[in-house]
Nanobody, 116 residues
C-alpha cells in the first residue's frame, strides 16, 4: 500500500511562508489526484488544494493567491507552497492520493501553527 509522509510543518509568524512536502513510497505517476487537506481543532477536515495527473489545480477560496500546489512525478513528491500565512491557516495538514477507482490513501499529517 502506498505510504505518504508529510514534512515541512512548523511554527511561523503571520505573513510568513512554509513549504510542505509529501513523499510517496511508490510512483505517483498513475495516481489521478494528489491533494492537501487540513483539519483545525474542532473543525472538519477540508480540502486545501488538489492537482490532477494532467496538472489541473483546485484551491479553496480561503487560500487562493497565497498557496500553490505542485507535483513532481519523477520524485514521487507533492508540494504545497504556503505564503502570507494567517492564524486561521493553523491546522494539521494531510496529504492524500486519490486513484481513478476512487480509493484513497492518507498521510499521517504535519502540524502548521501560525502565531506570534
Amino acid at each position: 500500500q502506498l505510504q505518504l509522509v508529510e514534512s515541512g510543518g512548523g511554527l511561523v509568524q503571520p505573513g510568513g511562508s512554509l513549504r510542505l512536502s509529501c513523499a510517496a513510497s511508490a510512483s505517483i505517476f498513475n495516481i489521478n489526484t494528489m491533494g492537501w487537506y487540513r483539519q483545525a481543532p474542532g473543525r472538519q477536515r477540508e480540502s486545501v488544494a488538489t492537482i490532477t495527473n494532467g496538472g489541473s489545480t483546485f484551491y479553496a477560496d480561503s487560500v487562493k493567491g497565497r498557496f500553490a500546489i505542485s507535483r513532481d512525478n519523477a520524485k514521487n513528491t507533492v508540494f504545497l507552497q504556503m505564503n502570507s500565512l494567517k492564524p486561521e491557516d493553523t491546522a494539521v495538514y494531510y496529504c492524500r492520493a486519490e486513484y481513478q477507482s476512487g480509493r484513497t490513501n492518507w498521510g499521517q499529517g504535519t502540524q502548521v501553527t501560525v502565531s506570534q
